[in-house]
């Protein structure tokens, strides 16, 4: 049996330990680049339009009388307002996952509907938005622009009872209206409210700081 002399033991020995380290970094570099690359879907586009049985939650957007919006106060001003416009758009809500390396997986286009007015008679805006709202709920919900004021009534509370801003019946000269419930300004102003009628629309609104009170003439 041939024996390699010490020389070259010891030279085997240091090679080994010279090239150790080398190697050691060749199969890191050698996995990382096997690292699985993660997959992600391609995104797909959603059309959400608005139901029948949601438009008609109001007599906006059609019925021809709402064409002109009259309001009367118990100051004795008068509010006439005209439809000029009746717009649709569709605005996105991107859905991801709860992954950092995939962008969205579902692009949602919800639709919405605007009636613009144009102001005949006393001051202020009246403009009305449907569509649906963006969130963990999606919720129908009907914008009212009255005057300076902003009031968002959700769908999910017509004909609720148990609502904490039902109101109920609410009659106004020789006009009746059942299951009345009413919204703050943009949620905070507690000093004015806006009544909604269901199947017909804004009918009255309050401001307690100067006790204003507007009511629907249509």
């Known amino acids: 049996m041939r024996i390699k002399p010490q020389w070259a033991q010891a030279m085997s020995k240091s090679d080994y330990k010279n090239s150790l380290p080398i190697l050691v970094l060749f199969c890191l570099a050698f996995f990382s680049c096997r690292k699985e690359i993660t997959k992600c879907p391609e995104m797909i586009t959603t059309y959400k339009y608005l139901t029948p049985v949601s438009i008609e939650r109001t007599r906006y957007f059609t019925d021809p009388a709402f064409d002109t919006i009259k309001f009367k106060s118990n100051k004795g001003d008068t509010l006439i307002f005209v439809k000029t416009d009746c717009d649709s758009v569709w605005f996105d ?30 001051e202020g805006i009246f403009k009305v938005k449907h569509s649906v709202s ?65 199947d017909f629309g804004l009918i009255a609104v309050f401001e307690s700081s100067d006790s204003t009170m507007y009511e629907t003439l249509n």
């Open 134 to 198: 963006i969130g963990n709920y999606q919720e129908y919900v009907i914008e009212i622009f009255f005057q300076m004021h902003h009031f968002y009534f959700y769908e999910i509370n017509f004909n609720a009872k148990f609502y904490s801003l039902y109101f109920g019946d609410f009659v106004l000269g020789n006009k009746a209206f059942s299951q009345v419930f009413y919204a703050y300004p943009d949620y905070i102003n507690i000093e004015t409210k806006g009544y909604m009628a269901p």
């Open 93 to 122: 809500e991107y859905k991801s996952w709860n992954n950092p390396a995939c962008g969205p997986y579902e692009n949602v286009k919800n639709l919405q509907i605007t009636n613009t007015y144009k102001t005949i008679k006393g």
